[in-house]
C-alpha cells in the first residue's frame, strides 16, 4: 500500500475530542488507531520509515504514550530505546526536566548516561506541544545538540 493511503487510513481513525482535558483543547485521540490492526500497522511502517530518514542513533519516548510507539519503531530498526518519565519512575541518578503546557506543568526525568553527547535522537510522543517544550530543555541539559533531536 502507498504512504499516502496508508496516512489516510491512520488520519481517518483519529478522533478529535474537544474540550479535553479542559475547556479550549482540542484534544487528538490515538487509541482509535492502536484498536484497528491495519492502521495501527501502517502507523508503525510509516513511522519506522520517517525515523529511518533521520539516521538516528537513539529513539526516546515520552511517557506514557511514547512507550506505545517508540519501542517498537527501535526495535524495527535495531536502534536503543530510551524512556524518559515522570518524576520518581526511574531508578538510579536522573536528570530532571520540569515542561509547561497550557493545561498544568510537571517533571520528566531521563536516566543519567542514557544518551551520549553527540547522539542524533529522535523524540516519540502523541503531543507535539509536549515533545517541543522538552526538547529545548532536555538538549541544554545532557548536553545534546538541539540540531541532532528529532520530534515525532
Known sequence: MEDKNKLDRVKARIDAIPDFPKPGILFRDIF????????????????TS?????S????????????????IIAQNLQLPFVPIRKKGKL????IQ????????????ELQVDSVKEGQRTVIVDDLLATG???????SNIVNLNPDNISIM
Open 132 to 138: 517541543g517544550k522538552v526538547l529545548h530543555k532536555l
Open 50 to 54: 520517517h525515523v529511518k530518514s533521520l
Open 91 to 94: 531508578p538510579g541518578k536522573t
Open 56 to 71: 538516528v542513533d537513539v529513539v526516546i519516548g515520552l511517557d506514557a504514550r511514547g512507550f506505545l510507539l517508540g519501542p
Open 97 to 108: 526536566v520540569e515542561y509547561k503546557l497550557e493545561y498544568g506543568s510537571d517533571i520528566f
Open 32 to 47: 482509535p488507531v492502536l484498536s484497528d490492526h491495519g492502521a495501527f500497522s501502517d502507523l508503525i511502517d510509516l513511522m
